[in-house]
């Protein structure tokens, strides 16, 4: 929603006709949001995109602006730009520690020329906020992509708040489950930081006290 915010913002003060935020997954491009200057979403991005300006932001790594797309030396022959009907074009590159994580790519079919520099610098400041956002939200996935991970590992290998696969840690498991729900005192002996207090707990919570 951050992002889909981002793109309306950079529409609005470009007054481009469309804006589109495309992210690398797994080395391809993936249209992630694609708005129109009414802030509605595009349903066919794809086919909205000029495939020979985006190559040429990847490779090169650098701002694009096209004044003219249509009658431009470099792209007047591609197909996408023919099929688009593209007028003006800009295109800047999203990196993230040198690395090029996306693009966020502009679009007119009604105006020549429509892309100065000046805006091309406010672009870039917007592509930076996007690229910490993503990293962001990168970061984040991988947190809990590692904590379900670990939470998988530790499946099988806890015993409520214990922790321990050992033959002696699942005897101990088996006397609890066995004394718990009977109407016992039972003494827990061991030396410090062994775990007493952890071991009473569990008695207590499989007990039919552990309510009271």
Do not use: W
């Amino acid at each position: 929603s951050l992002l889909t915010s981002l793109m309306d913002k950079v529409v609005e003060i470009t007054r481009a006709d469309k804006g589109f935020l495309v992210l690398f997954e797994n080395g391809e491009p993936t249209v992630r949001v694609a708005r129109n200057v009414r802030g509605e979403d595009l349903s066919n991005a794809v086919a909205e995109l000029s495939d020979s300006i985006l190559q040429k932001v990847v490779k090169q790594q650098q701002q694009v602006i096209v004044s003219d797309a249509v009658n431009h030396d470099e792209f007047k022959s591609s197909v996408s730009v023919m099929n688009v009907r593209l007028l003006s074009v800009m295109c800047v590159p999203l990196t993230e520690a040198g690395e090029l994580i996306g693009l966020i790519y502009l679009g007119s079919n009604r105006i020549v020329n429509l892309f100065e520099p000046a805006m091309l610098e406010a672009v870039t400041v917007f592509a930076s906020h996007a690229s910490l956002l993503i990293r962001n939200a990168t970061l984040l996935h991988e947190l809990r992509a590692d904590n379900e991970a670990l939470r998988t590992a530790m499946e099988g290998k806890q015993f409520g708040e214990i922790i321990g696969t050992s033959d002696n840690m699942q005897e101990v498991y088996r006397k609890v489950r066995k004394v718990a729900p009977t109407d016992i005192s039972v003494l827990i002996t061991g030396e410090t930081g062994t775990g007493k207090e952890l071991i009473a707990r569990e008695i207590h919570e499989r007990s039919l006290r552990k309510d009271k």
